[in-house]
């Protein structure tokens, strides 16, 4: 029992959580999303930069652009999930240094002021508060089918402008019939861990 | 009470953990180390690429080079912290991919054959997998202090390899006193959220 976390929690958000690739009908509503926000947003990130930003695709007129844009592989479910998201990054993130991290205003100007610094930080820290945003669409009981098989420079030009890039494209509902593939494996302890 | 996850669990992973500067002198032990990675490595990757790489840094000798490569504040607490892990992309996690992607052991060879496609998917994944163990971490009870302020070069050469990118540095165990900053501030929905 090293774990403080109690085991149905580890069963949600990790174990018995899966990638779906089918999902039911049920919509997902402005408030599960907004519940999600609202507590994935403390995951932590540098400077409390907070570049992550969510594009919901609600319109079936935006939903059928999307779709063009994606690998064929992915575009069965990315037309048919209740709710997709288009997770990017601000690279204009800086502006809001100021207000976001008030103890170190200075960051701003201090450390991204460059451009390529602040593609790299916003890449590197959008992804993870993706990772959180992911855990977060479990915690609504939801799963999630994160892909990066798209045309990203489509998707920027078409849904974003030239300050956000594309980091995935999210499928989010309640799991469909036969939603997963055979849970793949994961690499032993030994494989991953080494001490020095 | 669109979250499914319990409000304890929902304030031990986001609302209540918070980015340590200090800490207790309580051990980090193997066994804990164990059972985070057992539950963390469930997290979604593309392609169950699954490039994170953890390197425990607990022998005095080691520790005392890795807080000569931190940033000059991050250097007390990586001094005093039970624990301090280096976590890394395995830019040569395809050849690990026949075995963990059974049901298409050509991907190796159809999207990984080039270095640069490797070393990004390894930085956006592992990434991905460090947001998942920082989690991990908080549902072992546990407060992670995440920093990207040290020598990348340094601490690749004195720990890693050539295939092995720093992704940051984690500083693990039970808070100490005056364990945080006050919170900072986060983006309101509105901020982060468009709908199209």
Redesign the interface.
Known sequence: M?????P???D????E?R?ANTFSDEPV?E??????????????T?F?Q?P????????PE?RERLVGLMAEGNRPKTATAPLVAILSADNEFHE?LP?????FPQAKDAFFAERPVREQAA??NG??????F??GV????LA?G?M?GFDFAGVQKE?LDDDHTP?MVVNIGKPGENPW??R????A?D??????
């Open positions: 090293s774990l403080v976390l109690d149905a929690a580890q949600l958000l990790f174990r959580a990638t509503t408030e599960q999303v907004r519940a999600i926000y609202d507590l994935v947003k403390y995951g932590p540098a409390n907070s992550l930003r969510i594009t919901l695709v609600r319109s935006a809001e207000a976001l991290f008030p103890h890449l590197v992804t993870l508060q993706a990772g959180y992911l855990i479990r915690a609504a009981g999630a994160p990066t849904f980091l593939f055979p793949s494996p994961r690499l302890h494989e991953v861990i080494t001490t020095v």
